[in-house]
């Protein structure tokens, strides 16, 4: 059918997490639960530069996933979103029972903070 070409759907998400201004959120959301590994990185990529409020849970949830990369493009997505600062990130790490979900937003908490020294000078 129309979406079977998995290859495809990823290009496609990555394109609009690089041009689309949220017309097509609800698209990208669609594909963060996909049974291709790839299509939920794109996925969770797209969502950590064209995510809301509204996608912080389902990045939360990506940090259980059962592939590394996902759990750590979900993390990082979660901590460069422009409106997540470090006290929710703290509470969310407090919140989670998935060690590897809290391993992957601890490590995603590391970076952040390094960057933002890096960028104070």
């Given at each position: 059918?129309?979406?079977?070409?998995?290859?495809?759907?990823?290009?496609c998400i990555n394109?609009?997490?690089?041009?689309?201004?949220?017309?097509?959120?609800?698209?990208?959301?669609?594909?963060?639960?996909?049974?291709?590994?790839?299509?939920?990185?794109?996925?969770?990529?797209?969502?950590?530069?064209?995510?809301?409020?509204?996608?912080?849970?389902?990045?939360?949830?990506?940090?259980?996933?059962?592939?590394?990369?996902?759990?750590?493009?979900?993390?990082?997505?979660?901590?460069?979103?422009?409106?997540?600062?470090?006290?929710?990130?703290?509470?969310?790490?407090?919140?989670l029972t998935d060690?590897?979900?809290?391993?992957?937003?601890?490590?995603?908490?590391?970076?952040?903070?390094?960057?933002?020294?890096?960028?104070?000078?």
């Amino acid at each position: 059918g129309k979406y079977d070409n998995e290859n495809l759907i990823a290009a496609c998400i990555n394109v609009l997490s690089e041009v689309d201004h949220g017309e097509r959120l609800e698209l990208v959301r669609s594909f963060a639960h996909h049974n291709n590994w790839v299509i939920r990185l794109q996925a969770v990529m797209a969502l950590g530069k064209l995510g809301t409020a509204d996608d912080v849970p389902l990045l939360v949830d990506m940090l259980s996933d059962h592939e590394w990369w996902i759990r750590h493009r979900a993390a990082q997505s979660l901590a460069t979103l422009p409106f997540i600062d470090h006290t929710f990130l703290e509470d969310t790490i407090a919140q989670l029972t998935d060690k590897y979900a809290i391993e992957a937003l601890q490590q995603a908490v590391v970076e952040k903070m390094a960057i933002e020294k890096a960028i104070a000078g």
